[in-house]
């Protein structure tokens, strides 16, 4: 099955922090993919700014080695020289003066104009300003934020003040690059477009859901950053949550940007308050892989495990628990949502034991796909002996080979900045209640004494988690690729 691509409208696109880990690894590697696939029209610019004092021939040559590192272009792609000519660069320091006259005299009128900010966040507030200052962006450009949104609600809902000073919620995209994954997107698909699933997505048949998001990697590299943040910050407030939505709202009245993000809000609005006994953390430790040698501080509180129990308190969750957990250093790289059913009410099987409850797991990466697990009758003579079987369907094997060639959740993100299609992308009210929900679970930590559990590097995370769900009478799915 080949994916069908339309190009966009042609644009005019400036990477603040083009010369950056994320412009070179994510941002041109899945531009040029986009223009390789014939989505981008030739006739449009692609403008890199930062300090780096280079010239457009130098920052070309920078993207083509980034390009052959990240997106496999051989040395003598002739697409790779045409996509070069559509780059350009000015630089810019976000919180001076000179070059916003040079950008300005090259946007050009009639193109889509957008603003990449592949930048800290605390330089957010200087270029909006200076956007708007100097004439460069006007009421149909767009800029695009990256995360982190925020460390608490304090410091998110400033960063939303100062974007709103000079740009239009309309006009912010707030990406949480989980999102553009072509499998997040797929659970909305697979709900509301199937009548199979929704009338038992609800608290009567569902018994708990499972997400999980385990990582292979630790923090080494990275670690005194990471140890601001942590799992929390890192992975719950954003990525976990915007899954959780997905899997809980109700069905939007349209696939529209608003309809949808409103539902989503609504499933933030209606978390409950996590109780100390709903949430582990966890550190990872081992012979030479070890957290605290990571993070560079022998003492740190800091999680890079984390498992909580999570209430949702609405007609259609009441009672059944959605348990979260992710973590560094983990046995396998995975993320898996699974949907437990509950069991049938009654067994006319009286020989064959009681039917299993069935289980839906949506595998987000890898292999992306979907098993249903239902009960048959185990084949052969014998009598009535059940069997649970898996309905399994990867969506690479479903789809053909085009199928499993997806877009990158930047380079689609990316399209629906110049689309003008918001749907992907974090509103500021939904940015703003996450924090909500996640700044007391966040202090009530910081304010106490507790160390995380520590887990052995490569296990399936602490033994307190384990018991998170015995006591429930429930099990974590197995950790595996
Ligand atoms: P980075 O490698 O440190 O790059 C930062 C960029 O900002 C560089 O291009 C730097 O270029 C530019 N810069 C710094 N100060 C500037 C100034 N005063 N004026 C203009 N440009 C300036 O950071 P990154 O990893 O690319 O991350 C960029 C943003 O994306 C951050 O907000 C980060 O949290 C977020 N993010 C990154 C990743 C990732 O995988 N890397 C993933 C998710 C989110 P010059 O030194 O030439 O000015």
Redesign the pocket.
């Known amino acids: 099955m080949v994916s069908r691509v339309i190009p966009v409208d042609d644009f005019d696109l400036v990477i603040?922090?083009?010369?950056?880990?994320?412009?070179h690894?994510?941002i041109l590697p899945g531009l040029f993919r986009r223009f390789t696939a014939g989505q981008i029209p030739a006739s449009s610019q692609i403008i890199g700014?930062?300090?780096?004092d280079q010239d457009d021939d130098a920052f070309r040559a920078e993207a083509a080695k980034a390009i052959r590192e990240y997106a496999g272009a051989a040395e003598d792609d002739p697409q790779l020289a045409e996509f070069l000519a559509l780059l350009g660069y000015v630089p810019?320091?976000?919180?001076g003066e000179g070059g916003w006259q040079e950008l300005k005299s090259r946007m050009r009128p009639g193109a889509v104009h957008a603003f990449y900010f592949?930048?800290?966040?605390s330089?957010f507030g200087d270029i909006a300003e200076r956007l708007a200052g100097h004439g460069i962006a006007d009421d149909d450009s767009r800029i695009v934020v990256?995360?982190?949104f925020g460390r608490d609600l304090a410091s998110a809902r400033a960063l939303n003040a100062t974007l709103a000073q000079h740009f239009t919620e309309q006009q912010i995209y707030r990406i949480d690059?989980y999102l553009g994954k072509e499998t997040v997107q797929n659970l909305m698909a697979v709900r509301f477009a199937n009548v199979l699933f929704e009338p038992l997505w609800n608290a009567q048949y569902v018994d708990h859901v499972q997400i999980t998001v385990a990582e292979t990697v630790g923090v080494a590299g990275r670690g005194s950053y990471y140890d601001k943040s942590g799992a929390i910050r890192d992975m719950v407030q954003n990525h976990m949550m915007q899954l959780l939505c997905l899997i809980a709202m109700e069905p939007p009245y349209h696939f529209d940007p608003d309809a949808v993000r409103d539902e989503k809000l609504k499933v933030i609005r209606a978390l409950e308050p996590l109780e100390p006994a709903d949430i582990v953390r966890g550190q990872y430790q081992g012979e030479g892989s070890d957290y605290l040698t990571d993070a560079g501080d022998a003492d740190s509180r800091t999680e890079s495990y984390v498992a909580m129990k999570v209430r949702i308190s609405n007609w259609r969750w009441q009672g059944t628990p959605f348990y979260l957990r992710t973590g560094k250093k983990l046995r396998a790289r995975t993320s898996e949502i699974a949907i437990t059913f509950k069991e049938p009410p009654h067994s006319i099987f009286d020989d064959s034991g009681h039917p299993k409850a069935n289980e839906l797991v949506i595998r987000l990466q890898p292999n992306e796909g979907m098993n249903l697990k239902v009960m048959i009758k185990e084949p052969g003579p014998g009598g009535m002996r059940l069997v649970q079987v898996p309905l399994d369907m990867s969506f690479a094997d479903a789809l053909g080979p085009e199928g499993a060639d997806m877009p990158d959740a930047y380079e689609r993100l990316i399209m629906d900045v110049i689309r003008g299609n918001q749907t992907l992308f974090m509103r500021g009210d939904e940015v703003e209640a996450a924090w909500a929900w996640t700044d007391p679970i966040i202090k009530s930590w910081e304010e106490g004494k507790r160390r995380p559990e520590p887990y052995d590097s490569g296990s399936s995370g602490p033994e307190e988690a384990l018991r998170l769900m015995h006591r429930d009478n429930r099990r974590w799915r197995e950790i595996r690729a």
Not at 16 to 23: H, I, K, M, N, P
Not at 49 to 52: I, L, M, P, S
Not at 118 to 121: G, H, T
């Open positions: 603040f922090g083009a010369t950056g880990d994320l412009a690894r994510k700014a930062a300090r780096t810019i320091d976000a919180k592949s930048v800290a966040p330089l990256e995360k982190p690059h």
